[in-house]
């Protein structure tokens, strides 16, 4: 007799295991193994169209905005001053969509397609085979490196779209006035579920990265902080402080420091118990793109936006590419390109929620679309 195997049942086991030997997981130790244990995390069981039916990306919903982003990198390359070569890499690129709509307008820069080495940092295997595949016809040489920091060095375009929300997460609640980190523990009475428990107080230095107009919440506030977002940031200003270089990052989240539980699980399109079956569900949390800008400018860099994703995509012509690509479409057609114009830039729909933020070089113009960041007073 065979029984069937499930990765699901297989995680848990892993997730009950270490708890019992290492105690209460960090929410940010539970997330990391749900979304990347190696065998049995959402991104790497997940068959990746699977993985892309949970949810739906920007790059996916239409071909306008890989299109745009790769006008963006056109001039934000020849604002470097047409580096040969020059590295454009993305970070998450999911199915690869994003990329080959970016690479189909680089066509339009030929100096850019002949100068660009394309590298992909991707963690999950069964995603790289996808994206192999959609970018089987690129006009550009594709490469994959496991991290951002195993690229090539030299003069750099970097894209990223909702990459650092699927980073893990820690949270950390107001308990007696302390200051303690939220931890995932097996439920008292339900000894198969997971649950929720107040883990250790945070360290001094751990103290120091909650934003000060949050330090005194009363009792039962819940704070996140995202160390693995600065850490992309300080890669990012490594390779910007040495060379040349453009950096943008969309995803969604707050402007203004904020508080409470952004933790949310997506499996097919619904919203579920982020501790329900780990390894199942799509994980993320909103970005705090005021944290983001300070790590820019703390790393030497120069900051722009952030500004609301519809406002940056009208500003680069959304709606002028929409009517080009609308004279050669036949009603229906206007009518599906209309509603993905709306679909990416309404307040309602993600035009509000998402926001973006480029980082550049000492001594580079800003770049299309983005205002210089200034320091709230
Ligand atoms: N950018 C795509 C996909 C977003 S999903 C889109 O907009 O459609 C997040 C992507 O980031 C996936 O490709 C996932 O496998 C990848 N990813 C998440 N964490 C990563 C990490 N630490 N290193 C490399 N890739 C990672």
Redesign the pocket.
């Known amino acids: 007799m065979t029984e069937d195997f499930r990765p699901a049942e297989a995680l848990a086991a892993r997730l009950r295991d270490r708890i019992a030997t290492d105690g209460p997981l960090p929410v940010s130790a539970f997330m990391m193994q749900a979304?990347?244990d190696p065998m049995f995390g959402f991104?790497a069981t997940k068959d990746p169209l699977g993985a892309?039916n949970d949810?739906i990306?920007?790059?996916?919903i239409s071909q306008m905005f890989g299109e745009l982003i790769g006008l963006w990198a056109v001039e934000c390359w020849s604002q470097m001053g047409e580096p040969d070569p020059v590295q454009l890499i993305?970070?998450?690129?999911?199915?690869g969509?994003?990329m080959s709509d970016v690479a189909r307008v680089l066509r339009a820069a030929p100096g850019l397609v002949a100068a660009a080495e394309v590298t992909l940092?991707?963690?999950?295997p069964a995603?790289k085979m996808v994206?192999g595949r959609t970018l089987a016809g690129a006009p550009v040489p594709i490469r994959w490196a496991?991290?951002l920091d195993s690229v090539r060095p030299g003069p750099t375009l970097l894209l990223?779209?909702?990459?650092l929300?699927?980073?893990p997460v820690r949270q950390a609640i107001r308990h007696e006035g302390v200051w303690r980190e939220r931890c995932v523990a097996m439920h008292p009475d339900e000894g198969e579920r997971f649950a929720f428990v107040l883990g250790p107080a945070l360290s001094a230095p751990d103290l120091a990265l909650i934003p000060a107009p949050l330090h005194d919440l009363p009792d039962g506030s819940l704070v996140e902080l995202r160390p693995?977002d600065a850490a992309v940031v300080e890669a990012v200003a490594e390779r910007l402080n040495d060379h040349p270089g453009y950096a943008l990052f969309?995803d969604y989240g707050a402007v203004e420091p904020d508080h409470g539980d952004t933790l949310q699980a997506i499996r097919k399109h619904e919203k579920v118990d982020p501790l329900d079956a780990p390894g199942t569900a799509?994980l993320t949390a909103w970005v705090a793109f005021d944290a983001l800008a300070r790590a820019g400018l703390d790393a030497g860099l120069q900051v722009f936006g952030p500004v609301e994703q519809g406002q940056f995509l009208k500003g680069l012509g959304l709606d002028v590419r929409a009517a080009l690509l609308a004279k050669a479409q036949d009603r229906e057609g206007r009518a599906r390109l209309e509603r993905q114009a709306a679909r990416l830039s309404a307040p309602e729909e993600m035009g509000a929620l998402f926001k973006v933020i480029a980082f550049a070089s000492p001594g580079l113009a800003p770049p299309p679309g983005l205002d210089r960041y200034t320091l709230p007073e």
């Open positions: 979304l990347f991104y892309h949810f990306t920007a790059p996916e993305e970070l998450g690129p999911g199915t969509r994003m940092v991707e963690a999950s995603l994206q496991p991290r990223a779209n909702e990459f929300d699927c980073l693995a969309i799509d």
